[in-house]
């Protein structure tokens, strides 16, 4: 099993619509989970890191189920520019090393 | 505040030569990690350090080599190269990864080095 599994997609939405993704991870002692979105050809960059209780960042929601080992992101009222590649990551290996999922590749239609 | 500054940007080398990806880093960070993401792929740790005179193998070590003499600097090396090693290599910081609930945990990424082996 992977360290850290993602859903490829692609996801092609509407404008205006609600998408979300998640993201499983194996190691039960992962201590930190992050978001981070990658625009084509560019550097991933950090959208939101995750904590336990969850947190939201205006359109944007991430949350972590620990019981399940998956942090999800959900993204409202979709904008064309949202369309990017979305990475998740987690901590792993004595807290030292993060760990990146494949991403998903989300495309917002017009 | 450059933050984490990588050269060059793109490099073309022929099978068997070799060279040295830079990378530094001005935020004072302890943990640094260089990372390959092939086409449609995801990033792929190859080594990482936890601080100055401290290295580790990630996933996928063959074929390279680095060292960190100094807190700001984390070269990465190739020395014999293949076209197997023609990716956009990253390079990372971050001040804290493990801290959970805390700030400061994010990792933060120089522009990439584009690299084909021919």
């Known amino acids: 099993r992977k360290e850290v599994e993602q859903d490829p997609g692609p996801f092609n939405v509407p404008e205006g619509a609600t998408v979300a993704f998640n993201c499983t991870y194996s190691?039960?002692?992962?201590?930190?989970f992050f978001w981070y979105r990658q625009d084509c050809r560019k550097e991933p960059k950090l959208l939101m890191s995750?904590?336990?209780s969850g947190n939201e960042d205006g359109r944007f929601t991430a949350q972590l189920n620990r019981a399940s080992q998956y942090i999800s992101l959900l993204i409202r009222d979709s904008k064309l520019s949202d369309s990017a590649t979305y990475l998740c990551?987690?901590?792993?290996?004595?807290?030292?090393?993060?760990?990146f999922g494949i991403g998903t590749k989300l495309q917002v239609i017009p | 505040n450059a933050g984490v500054t990588q050269t060059p940007k793109f490099r073309i080398l022929k099978i068997g030569q070799s060279m040295t990806l830079q990378c530094t880093q001005d935020?004072?960070?302890?943990?640094m990690y260089w990372y390959r993401q092939d086409p449609g792929m995801g990033l792929k740790l190859i080594y990482y350090?936890?601080?100055?005179?401290?290295?580790d193998k990630g996933e996928v070590p063959n074929g390279y080599n680095v060292s960190r003499s100094t807190t700001e600097d984390f070269p990465l090396r190739l020395e014999l190269a293949a076209p197997s090693q023609t990716s956009v290599y990253f390079c990372?910081?971050?001040?804290?990864?493990?801290?959970?609930?805390?700030?400061?945990?994010?990792?933060?990424f120089g522009q990439g080095t584009r690299l084909t082996v021919v």
């Open positions: 990551a987690v901590n792993s290996g004595g807290y030292q090393k993060v760990t």
């Open positions: 190691n039960s002692a992962s201590q930190s």
């Open positions: 995750v904590y336990s």
């Open positions: 935020m004072n960070h302890n943990y």
């Open positions: 990372a910081s971050a001040l804290n990864p493990g801290a959970e609930g805390k700030r400061n945990t994010e990792a933060f």
């Open positions: 350090s936890v601080g100055a005179g401290i290295t």
